[in-house]
């Protein structure tokens, strides 16, 4: 017996969707993907990252810090919705539901969503054209990677761990490991 097709879900669909739990989800090929909740660590790291942001934009209004940041991205005909950990945006606030100008988008790394942000989520994000930089930051251990938009191409960055640091062209600043990974005891 054939199941009847499914209605493709809209970005519309996705941005007014309440199914009556406190769940999450991202919207990818017309389809719910629900996300979990993360670790301590992985719910202590998006904080770190908005101060490091916040001290490197602060006197740059209307630049700012976001945490679960709504972002559509076409990619062929499919417009995918995604909830970013982290980005940072100079767009001017407004009730709208969606960024549509990041400068950098942050992902936090966890075990269930690794695989889907490194080979789904840069690529697609990569798409925007606003978007300067994507830090994938993992939540288990020490390492930060780095895509920065170079003279229009995405150059990535070799792992950087322990004591490092490395310079975000989109902040302006030298962004140490040791801020990121505060209070996550690694």
Known sequence: M??????????????????????????VGGELVAMAPGSRRHSTIPHNVAVVIEEAVGDRPPCRPVHQAGLEVEVDSDRRGYVADVVMTCEPDDDSQLFREPKLIVEILSPSTR?????????????????????????????????????????????????????????????????LYRNTGL
């Open 2 to 27: 054939h199941e009847p097709p499914r209605k493709r879900l809209t970005i519309e669909d996705w941005l007014t969707y309440d199914d009556g739990t406190d769940t999450r989800y991202e919207l």
């Open 115 to 179: 695989g889907v942000d490194r080979r789904r989520k840069v690529p697609d994000y990569g798409r925007l054209p606003s978007v300067e930089e994507i830090w994938l930051i993992d939540s288990r251990e020490r390492e930060v990677l780095v895509w920065r938009r170079t003279e229009g191409a995405w150059v990535g960055s070799f792992p950087y761990g322990g004591p490092d640091s490395f310079p975000s062209q989109a902040l302006g600043v030298e962004v140490s490991l040791d801020r």
